[in-house]
C-alpha cells in the first residue's frame, strides 16, 4: 500500500495515525511519503507510557485502544515492511508523547523524518523491532538497529 501527498492540520490529538495489526496477522508493505501532520498535542507522560490493549475482537475500529494513545503521531504496531520517507509531525500544543511509538515491527526504514518533541520526550519508542533504519532524519542520528527490545531514541 502506497500512501502520500498528504497535509493535515488541527489533527485531534488522542489518538494520532495507526498502522496496527494483530498478533500473528501483520500489516505489512506500507509506504509512506510526502506527508504533513499537525496535531493538537497536549498529551501528558502518563499517557506516553500506556499499553493499548489488544482488544482483537474490536479491530479495526480506531477507538479500540482506548481515548489516546501512547504516540501523538504514529503508533505501528504488528507490521512488517513498513517505509516513511519525507513525513513530518508537529504538534500545536506541547505533547509529552514520542511521535512515533513501534512495537512488534519488523522492517521499519524512516528517511528524512522530521518530528517535533517536548524537551524531555522521545522522537521514537520502540519496543520488539528489527531492523530499523533511520537516515537524514535531524536533529537524530542516522541509525540501523538489528534488534531491539526496548529503546528510545
Not at 479491530?59 to 481515548?67: A, I, L, V
Not at 520502540?126 to 542520528?141: G, H, M, T, Y
Request: proline share 7%; net charge negative.
Amino acid at each position: 500500500m502506497i500512501i502520500g501527498n498528504i497535509i493535515c492540520s488541527n489533527a485531534a490529538s488522542g489518538l494520532g495515525s495507526i498502522i496496527c495489526g494483530i498478533p500473528g496477522h501483520e500489516i505489512e508493505d506500507v509506504r509512506l511519503s510526502d506527508i504533513y501532520i499537525q496535531h493538537q498535542g497536549g498529551g501528558s507522560r502518563d499517557s506516553a507510557a500506556i499499553q493499548p490493549p489488544e482488544n482483537e475482537d474490536k479491530y479495526p475500529e480506531p477507538t479500540m485502544f482506548g481515548p489516546t494513545l501512547p504516540s501523538y503521531g504514529f503508533f505501528v504496531r504488528h507490521a512488517k515492511n513498513i517505509q516513511f520517507r519525507n513525513v513530518e509531525v508537529v504538534y500545536a500544543k506541547e505533547d509529552a508523547r514520542p511521535a512515533f511509538v513501534l512495537q512488534d515491527v519488523k522492517g521499519a526504514d524512516f528517511f528524512r523524518v522530521k518530528a517535533q518533541h517536548a524537551p524531555d520526550a522521545s522522537t521514537f519508542a520502540l519496543k520488539n523491532v528489527a531492523d530499523f533504519s533511520l537516515a537524514q532524519s535531524r536533529p537524530l542520528s542516522d541509525a540501523w538497529l538489528e534488534n531491539v527490545a526496548e529503546k528510545k531514541l
